[in-house]
């Protein structure tokens, strides 16, 4: 099923996806909302092409563009975002899913999380981060973690630039509690105060990104003090 060439706006919530199959959505412009734009749950092989969310604004501040969840059999579903662009809201995507791929974004001017990522081996590749998490300080423009299932994760090839919340204490990549065995590689960074953050996981691997005109490339929360 294709749905194609939509415009919503002035909604709270606009496309919900439940028990879906090859369900797409495409050139579609989702803008001025309350609360989450695309919900894909418990679906198989379901997403956003070409399309664009924006102005998402929530009295909780916690708003998702769009949010991606699956059971608890770890089965790959992958659903997907490409080429997609997603701005002025206060989160970009939530993913609690195995085997999604987000790839050839644009992720703008968000308040927390540019990516939340609490899945399972899904690949995030080839997506500009401008200007993300850049009103919460404990968040990333990629962040990683909060389940105990989160391992076996990709993060290659994306360009993160220019965050700089008032605590200079953003992250670009962040790999927090309960995050294991995520690949790190290839990403490039600039100006953010903290390139990777390692605050908590096991087996990780980070090698061949470029990080400048950043405070720091690589933490470990070990020796990590708050600004």
């Known amino acids: 099923i294709v749905f194609s060439d939509i415009e919503i706006n002035n909604v709270q919530n606009a496309i919900s996806i439940n028990n879906g199959y ?10 001025d909302l309350t609360s989450t734009a695309v919900s894909i749950e418990n679906s198989k092989k379901c997403g956003l092409l070409n399309s664009a969310i924006h102005t998402i604004k929530s009295v909780s501040g916690r708003a998702k563009a769009i949010t991606i969840s699956d059971g608890a059999d770890l089965a ?23 085997g999604t791929i987000i790839s050839h ?13 609490s899945g ?14 850049n009103k919460i300080t404990d968040a990333g423009a ?37 995050s294991d065995m995520s690949w790190n590689y290839g990403n490039i960074i600039k100006n953010y105060a903290y390139g990777l953050f ?23 929360s070990h020796d990590y003090s708050a600004q």
């Open 22 to 31: 090859q369900v797409v959505i495409q050139n579609t412009e989702i803008s």
């Open 142 to 178: 990629i962040y990683i973690g909060g389940n105990i299932l989160t391992r076996c994760n990709t993060i290659r090839y994306n360009y993160i630039h220019d965050s700089k919340p008032d605590k200079k204490n953003a992250r670009a990549i962040y790999n927090d509690d309960c």
């Open 105 to 117: 974004n644009l992720l703008q001017n968000t308040e927390y999380n540019g990516i939340g990522l």
């Open 76 to 98: 790959a579903r992958h659903n997907f975002v490409q080429n997609s662009s997603i701005y002025d809201c206060p989160q970009g995507l939530s993913i609690n899913a195995t």
């Open 120 to 133: 399972q081996e899904s690949i995030i590749e080839y997506n500009e981060f401008s200007g993300v998490a």
């Open 198 to 220: 390692q605050h908590s996981g096991d087996d990780h691997v980070i090698k061949d990104n470029v990080v400048i005109e950043s405070s720091t490339y690589i933490r470990n």
